[in-house]
């Protein structure tokens, strides 16, 4: 069976213990390959290449390094079904719902192609008597970058294109449960011209982490993943010194008011509730159902969710894979359990769905909640599966408190025809990314990503203008050339100030 091997300095490279992980295909419920479980020893090995390449690469020119991610781009879009199917054997997505999972990542290339206008700096003439000011922005050395499962394409493209594109050089340690993306996207680099050592991947779980968090020569990490460990992240990584951002778990509510198109309305929540089988930080996981569009709104959430289609990710027509493993398939059919006995209605009951000829495939299908209340656990936690819970509340201010006293910020929607109500709604609610008739409103790479409260730890969103910020260092230089001899202003010891 095939072992995942760590990429160091351009080569797939052979872990320095034997320690694997096996590596399920999610439909089958078989195992498929195993992965390297890396250490402290291979992530040094790996920062010990970016160290070296970082040396020349942050001396390249822009011109080389926009080229670079060029071809990155059309590599990555030549290579889209491809990666799109690896993906979904490892991950349990359908293929078409992978393809948006490395079109989104793309997004971020292609504002990273645009790096020369980006990281352009300001001048200020004549500050003062022959004085000018100007700046500019510095990378930073090598950075790393931990990811989840949920998005083995587009969240690692959220971090290494800005941190390459921006002159550093990147160590990713993706998750161990589906890991062949991150090798796939390594080879389409080098193919592209990036020079070895620039890019490179180290496999394992809290031991590479850990690695990573303490390593000196590591300047930044960018983590995104469960809130725990998020928190671990910053804390560990700043007590070393370490620049870090660190995106967190969600909890998402879709507000219905009684003037929305409640087809409309249900038709996109059911996408956003059940599309990748829940198991999105922007999915829709909480509907809230304000006034007289409860009950309308309930009937059509109910037949949309019996039209889902669950399947294996490979057969078309899938609207739905499984869960990423037994274990999430066994955590969220018990989430199920207790919410009926803590008093929801299961309008949709999920649990116990076997697909023909893939009867050890870790599917459930689509859950529906009724009368859901904020004390019970299928409200207060992140479920990361395909369950909708309905919360019902008089008024858009109820709905809009209801999402405010909630720990995590990361999305929420509106479905409305008010445009009073869009803008109170926007201006009001403590959440990140908000979506107008949007249900998953993910920023566009020109923006940045990033929740508020527990879905976002520490300040720093993520790509976008934040992402250049993130990945580089200001300088300011004040400049004067004197004019010859008798033309010089006498040295004053008073602080400078401009004349
Ligand atoms: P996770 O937190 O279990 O794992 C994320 C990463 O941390 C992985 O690389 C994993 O190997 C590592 N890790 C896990 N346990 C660790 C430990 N004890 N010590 C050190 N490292 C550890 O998350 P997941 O299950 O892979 O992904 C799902 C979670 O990610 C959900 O909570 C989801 O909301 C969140 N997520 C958030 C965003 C966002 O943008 N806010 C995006 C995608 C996913």
Redesign the pocket.
Known sequence: MKTIQHWINGNPTEGSSTETQPVFNPATGRQQSHVALGGATDVDAAVQAASAAFESWSESSLTQRTQVMFAFRQLLLDHEEELGRIISAEHGKTIEDARGDIARGREVVEFACGLGDILKGSFSDQVSRGIDVHNFRQPLGVVAG??????PAM?PL?MHPIAIATGNTFLL?????DPSAANFVAELYKKAGLPDGVFNVVH???Q???AI?AHPGIEAVS????????K??HETATAHGKRVQA????KNHAVVLPDADLEFAAGHITAGAYGSAG?????VSVAVAVGTAADGLVEVLERKAREVKVGPGDTPGTDMGPL?TKA?QERVENAVGIAAAQGATLVVDGRGLKIDGHEDGFFTGPSLLDNVTPHMDAYRE?L?GPVLAIIRVDTLDEAIALINANPYG?GTALFTASGEAARRFQRKVKVGMIGVNVPVPVPMSYYS???WKD??IGDSP?HGPEGIRFYTRPKVVTTRWPRPAAQHAAAGFAFPTSS
Not at 146 to 151: C, E, V
Not at 279 to 283: D, H, K, T, V
């Open positions: 931990i990811t989840p499962f949920n998005f969240v959220w340690k993706p998750s161990e449960r394992g779980g809290k590479a982490v850990d968090l983590f995104v993943g469960s809130t725990p460990i998020a671990y992240v995106l967190g778990g969600a198991e999105r930080c922007m999915a990423v999430a992140e990361f990361n990503f990033g929740g879905s976002l993520i």
